[in-house]
């Protein structure tokens, strides 16, 4: 395995914030944010984007320790040997204490100025991505991204319970949401890159049970995602901008996943289903998570009275 050989320049400001995974960072903030003005009730401005600034710093400290900890396999990774360890950019022991700094201060910032409950969740996030998953769980079993989809499924918890300081069905399922969507949208990527995965000896789905197994168990999730996606309507939890919005994308998203489920992945083939499937996953979040707002401010305002 490709060993770290870290610099003793000092890291520049752009290799931390690299260090928070900025993309990954932008769906967190978007579903925490949908979680929070979704909820019913009211929230003050400022303590409302404190919520959502704790969220990221919480995501951000998590995605640290996380390639702190993995910072050898990223080096033998082509997807990931270019992040600010692998290329010696920083020193490891920088990267675990940016991590813990921005980790400690969302929690605690979170408890003083929002609740408890909400810190509570989010340090229970934080602990899920950077010891349950990166540490337990994605070494040892195929099932890894199944179990650790939790970790990314908080968010709009969090931002629900900001508001609500209370756990109710609907944010239950917000986070069932994200965690039944996790499966489809990582092993999209993972069929697709799955020899960089086996270079470095992660047990993906794909290196472990092979290509066909994980195409269907893709599928499987699409279908559960269905019913799970449209629960919130069903329940009375929203209205039909959302329900109508959710059934239409799930579809599409279960669509997609057929010709994933039947077909031979040629990797490196840009016009590979799977590749088709891992982008239209990210739309389906942001879509799906978007119409929750949409529905919540038109109920709001008397829309659907």
């Known amino acids: 395995m490709t060993q770290v050989v870290p610099t003793q320049l000092p890291a520049d400001w752009r290799d931390f914030y690299a260090l928070t995974k900025p993309r990954v960072m932008t769906l967190v903030i978007f579903t925490g944010l949908c979680g929070l003005l979704a909820a019913p009730g009211s929230i003050n401005p400022v303590i409302g984007f404190t919520a959502i600034l704790c969220i990221a710093l919480g995501a951000g400290g998590a995605a640290a ?3 702190w900890w993995e910072a050898d396999l990223d080096a033998g990774m082509k997807r ?32 003083l100025a929002v609740n408890w409950l909400a810190a509570a969740i989010l340090a229970l996030s934080i602990v899920y991505y950077a010891v349950i998953y990166t540490i ?19 968010p709009p918890m969090i931002g629900w319970l900001a508001v609500t300081g209370d756990v109710t069905a609907m944010p239950i399922l917000l986070f069932a949401i994200i965690f039944f969507w996790t499966p489809p949208h990582f092993w999209a990527l993972a069929l697709f890159v799955q020899s960089d995965y086996a270079k470095v000896g992660i047990p993906m789905m794909p290196v472990v049970r092979g290509a066909k197994s994980t195409r269907r168990q893709i599928l499987a999730y699409c279908v559960l995602l269905v019913p799970i996606a449209a629960a919130p309507w069903m329940i009375g939890g929203t209205g039909p ?44 979040l942001f879509a799906l998570f978007g119409a929750l707002v949409v529905d919540r401010v038109l109920a709001h305002n008397g829309v659907f009275a």
Do not use: C, H
């Open 65 to 67: 320790l996380n390639q």
């Open 80 to 111: 990931t040997s270019a992040r600010p360890l692998p290329m010696g950019r920083m020193l490891r022991e920088d990267a675990r204490n940016f991590g813990f700094l921005l980790a400690g201060f969302s929690v605690m910032t979170m408890g």
């Open 136 to 154: 337990w769980l994605k070494p040892r079993t195929p099932q890894n991204i199944v179990i650790g989809g939790g970790a990314g499924a908080f």
């Open 241 to 284: 901008i959302y329900g109508i919005t959710a059934v239409a994308l799930s579809l599409a998203f279960l669509a997609l996943s057929i010709p994933v489920a039947f077909r031979e992945a040629v990797e490196g083939d840009r016009m590979a289903p799977e590749k088709r499937l891992f982008g239209f996953s990210i739309v389906y």
